[in-house]
């Protein structure tokens, strides 16, 4: 069994739904164990068109007995359910399904990169990874997820929204 922490995002639709349903459907999976979940965080849009709405983000700690591309093929399964177009890069979506870590493996495949290239420089990202695993090590960066969210910038535009 793999540790496996997956980052959810929305900001279309019925955002809050659209979450629930994924990790629903993620626990629901023979070969996954849903370990943790994080608190919901509503965050500004990072990069992508200007006027997008606010996005909800999550995370959640897995056991997985899948390898890394037969998740990543679900997860995108999960998010076509959800009605996500993949027109725009970092555009609007109904749900993202993001693989950020899988136990400490590295792997720079052009369908997969572990941990997920961007982790470091997302506080949408790193805010609900520090509620599962502040102590964490992140492979590659010499540090663990309480370590990237200190060194980061000043993290703006996130604000927990609780349980969900």
């Not at 608190?39 to 700690?61: D, H, I, K, M, S």
């Not at 996500?84 to 970092?90: A, D, I, L």
Request: with cysteine.
């Amino acid at each position: 069994m793999s540790l496996v922490f997956i980052g959810l995002g929305a900001n279309l639709g019925d955002r809050l739904a659209n979450l629930r349903h994924a990790r629903t459907a993620l626990a629901a999976m023979t070969e996954v164990q849903l370990v943790g979940s994080s608190r919901l965080y509503e965050t500004e849009p990072v990069g992508g068109p200007e006027g997008q709405p606010a996005f909800f983000n999550a995370v959640l700690q897995l056991q997985v007995e899948l390898d890394p591309y037969q998740l990543l093929e679900r997860c995108q399964d999960l998010e076509r359910a959800c009605g996500r177009k993949r027109e725009t890069r970092w555009g609007p979506r109904t749900l993202d399904i993001d693989l950020l870590l899988v136990d400490a493996m590295i792997s720079r495949s052009p369908e997969l990169e572990l941990p997920h290239p961007r982790l470091a420089g997302r506080g949408f990202v790193l805010a609900p990874l520090l509620d599962l695993a502040p102590d964490l090590p992140i492979p590659g960066s010499g540090g663990t997820v309480g370590d990237l969210w200190r060194r980061g910038e000043p993290w703006t535009g996130i604000a927990c929204r609780g349980d969900w």
